[in-house]
């Protein structure tokens, strides 16, 4: 039950992380700050909590990007935007677009989120640590947002470790969920990996009896399955901080603003992957 709970605010926090890749208002923080280019704002904000990260930290926290995709903004970036300030841009880029959604938020659901994020065991957990270790915001906005994307981060960090405990590589992993749902077409333009590449992983994971031709393999499912199940198993520790009602009433506040950001700013299906909520 605290699995299928996790799971489900996963999609809903997902979604209010997500304005900070969609939104015109983020995007234009973040070009006024200097990280001018889609990619060039998403590998800076995402990894500034990190430091000033080498490539080979980024590509192995990012871990589904190829690294000579990452290599054009790692570790170039940081000459042109410290840290420090792509974190005020993706902050203020993040309140911007989601101030008009939101409205008021009550500081009995930022206890929960806070409440949460406090439980959460981070070793293991490079992404989602580095942002649990930021200051908390004042701002109720800044501080909804912040705690969706720890949480995120924590979940995403999971996920990897699953993911690498099963042998599955990053492109490894784009190959196996295209063979489920054909989303190859919305996710290869947006990680770097070659043609050549798609194609030697998808001959590794035949190998292994993970697909066919026609997609899935019944063992091919059956490890996904495994991997989503897992992934939703260790995201689910922190929420038993909070109760069952405390976390009800979370989604019931949080879903209804993930939906009407949906389609716009937030896209689906896009290349993050995640539900619709």
Not at 35 to 55: D, E, N
Not at 99 to 120: D, I, M, S, Y
Not at 247 to 268: F, N, Y
């Amino acid at each position: 039950m605290r699995a299928q709970r996790a799971r489900a605010l996963w999609v809903v926090l997902e979604t209010v992380h997500d304005v900070t890749y969609f939104a015109p208002e983020a995007k234009a923080a973040h070009a006024a700050a200097g990280l001018r280019g889609f990619w060039r704002g998403y590998v800076g904000t995402r990894a500034a909590p990190l430091g000033a990260a080498s490539l080979g930290t980024v590509t192995a926290v990012f871990y589904n990007f190829a690294p000579s995709f990452l290599a054009r903004s790692v570790p170039s970036v940081w000459e042109a935007v410290p840290p420090e300030r792509a974190l005020a841009a993706r902050v203020a880029g993040a309140v911007a677009a989601l101030r008009p959604q939101v409205g008021e938020v009550p500081a009995g659901a930022l206890a929960v989120l806070r409440k949460v994020t406090a439980a959460a065991g981070w070793a293991g957990r490079p992404l989602g640590a580095a942002n649990a270790a930021l200051p908390w915001p004042d701002e109720p906005v800044a501080a909804l947002w912040q705690a969706a994307t720890t949480l995120r981060e924590h979940r995403g960090d999971g996920h990897v470790a699953v993911l690498a405990a099963e042998g599955i590589d990053g492109l490894e992993a784009h190959a196996l969920r295209d063979a489920a749902d054909g989303s190859r077409a919305v996710v290869a333009p947006h990680r770097g990996w070659t043609d050549e590449e798609w194609a030697a992983a998808r001959d590794r994971l035949a190998a292994r009896g993970l697909i066919a031709a026609d997609g899935l393999t019944p063992e091919g499912v059956r490890l996904r399955e495994h991997i989503e199940r897992r992934t939703d198993e260790l995201a689910a520790a922190p929420y038993a901080a909070a109760t069952e009602d405390e976390l009800a009433a979370l989604d019931t506040l949080l879903r209804p603003i993930a939906r009407r950001l949906v389609p716009a700013p937030v896209p689906h299906p896009n290349p993050v992957g995640a539900p619709s909520p």
